[in-house]
């Protein structure tokens, strides 16, 4: 028999049809806000269950009766080219349209009209004074918008909050991907912010919310066993918490390969961590939509930067460092915490892969695993490095000078090199953050373990403390032998030279 309910993956999660989180559970400052009649933000990485946690929040106050409230997205404005005047328009009829779904007809505002010249301001007050009940607004979307219209729908909020509650809403919350203080790149990207007159300076608090910690994976999942009798073991959960950090579209995608992809929803199997990795697998070769937004990402100027800096372990030049750090962690391609790292083990998967396929595509038979394996199917490591380094000799300045991640570049030909003759038969750990001088790639291939540490050579000392650094980490590893791979760089250019240097730890 096949279960009611299902790990969903696309669009916002209903408890009857879903295995689901309360996303209210933990905001109880959302309500505090509310009965303060204050107007604040939420933003997060797309999938992290925002729309969700709207949805909830506008059926339980208007549950409860004390308040009006409607979510509804603005998302239908957000071209460049529309006018302020159809923006205003389109805006309104999101808001009309949306209330079908959450109050009942009678607390409606007036059909809009296009050609009017209905403000969004005037429409809102409008409506707030025919209710005898408080309006909480929840706009979805927010920083969809563009250029103008984006601070004109700001500024009409800001001039109408000083008339709430009975002259506009109580409470408007803007929800999107980014805080407000990111508003600035749509409107002036080369301005440190929009001013001391910011069009939305009312705001009480910004909300950002976080991934899943493990108890939550697991009371998520729980809901499944108890649903189907099909258990998540804590081997199973702490492994996929590794691999998505806790990001809610990755454990829900996870489980939802796991249970109905490879097990076809045969609950009687055992969920292993060979089925997890497999799923792992199927969902960065696929690359569904959340994995290509995250992609899409990487073309711009400023994730390009902290990416580079972990991939290549540089320390950030202070003045940019900070708002690009905000930057990227309000995307989720990077860690909260310190050391500054690719936010989860898929991420540091996918990131690499996808900077490399140009990479992989155009090796030829050099990187073909044929050549590397040895007669009783083990990898010679030695081998592999020692053509690789012929390879990048012969190659590396045509195909560096092309790519976008320059500065990361001779790290990322080597991975994809790795990829190539490591692909399907084994497995790369990668490690990877901000101001250690270095990445860690931690090679399984048919039973056997190598430790490769890559390294810039911008300064004479850098190698003995790459010896330093692969030392530690090989004792922390309980392994005697490691690889460090050196790149050497020119003052203006990349030279094509790359060193390897075997470590052997002696006990």
């Known amino acids: 028999m096949k279960a009611k309910r299902y790990f969903n993956t696309t669009g916002f999660c209903r408890p009857e049809k879903h295995y689901m989180l309360d996303p209210l559970k933990n905001q109880s400052i959302i309500f505090d806000l509310i009965e303060k009649e204050q107007y604040f933000t939420i933003h997060a990485p797309r999938q992290t269950g925002k729309t969700t946690l709207l949805h909830e929040l506008a059926h339980r106050l208007n549950k409860e009766g004390n308040y009006i409230s409607v979510v509804f997205s603005v998302e239908s404005a957000g071209y460049r080219s529309i006018t302020e005047e159809t923006a205003n328009f389109k805006i309104i009829s999101s808001l009309y349209q949306a209330c079908n779904l959450f109050i009942d007809k009678q607390f409606w505002p007036k059909i809009p009209k296009l050609g009017q010249g209905v403000s969004l301001q005037d429409y809102l007050n409008k409506w ?32 109408g909050f000083q008339g709430r509650p009975k002259q506009f809403p109580s409470t408007i919350a803007l929800v999107g991907l980014r805080d407000v ?19 939305f300076n009312i705001k009480a608090k910004s909300i950002l919310l976080g991934t899943w910690t ?3 994976i697991t009371e998520l999942y729980s809901q499944h066993t108890k649903d189907t009798g099909q258990i998540f073991s804590k081997e199973i959960v702490d492994r996929i ?17 796991i249970v109905f992809e490879i097990l076809n929803e045969n609950y009687t199997k055992k969920i292993t961590l060979a089925i997890v990795e497999e799923a792992k697998e199927n969902i960065i070769k696929r690359r569904d939509t959340h994995l290509d937004s995250l992609i899409d990402k990487l073309k711009e100027p400023k994730v390009n930067k902290i990416v580079t800096a972990v ?6 030049d202070f003045n940019t460092y900070n708002d690009n750090i905000l930057y990227c962690r309000d995307l989720g391609i990077i860690s909260e915490t310190k050391p500054v790292k690719i936010a989860n083990e898929i991420y540091r998967e996918i990131i690499p892969r996808v900077l490399t396929d140009p990479f992989q595509d155009a090796i030829g038979d050099e990187g073909k695993s044929v050549w590397y394996i040895k007669p009783n199917g083990k990898l010679d490591m030695d081998k592999l490095l020692k053509a690789f380094q012929e390879f990048y000799r012969e190659n590396s300045e045509m195909w560096l000078e092309k790519f976008d991640y320059k500065e990361a570049g001779p790290h990322l030909l080597l991975k994809a090199y790795l990829q190539r003759v490591i692909n399907g038969g084994g497995r790369i750990n990668r490690e990877m953050a901000v101001g250690t001088g270095r990445t860690d790639l931690l090679i399984e291939f048919n039973g056997d373990k190598f430790v490769l540490e890559l390294k810039l050579k911008r300064l004479p000392s850098a190698k003995q403390k790459g010896l330093d650094q692969i030392s530690r980490y090989l004792e922390t590893l309980g392994m ?28």
Request: some cysteine; charged content about 30%; overall charge negative.
């Open 128 to 159: 707030t004074l025919s209710l005898k009940k408080h309006v909480v607004l929840l706009l979805d979307e927010i920083d969809s918008l563009y250029d103008d219209v984006l601070v004109s729908v700001l500024r009409q909020l800001r001039n």
């Open 181 to 199: 203080r990111e508003y600035k790149l749509k409107v002036r990207p080369d301005e440190a912010s929009l001013g001391s007159g910011s069009p």
């Open 214 to 216: 493990k108890e939550e």
């Open 241 to 257: 918490y590794e691999l998505t950090g806790g990001q809610p579209w990755l454990v829900n995608a996870i489980a939802n390969e």
């Open 311 to 316: 991939i290549n372990g540089d320390l950030m």
């Open 480 to 507: 005697t032998k490691g690889y460090l791979i050196l790149f050497e760089l020119k003052p203006s250019s990349l030279s094509r030279r790359v060193d390897c240097e075997v470590l052997r730890l002696l006990y």
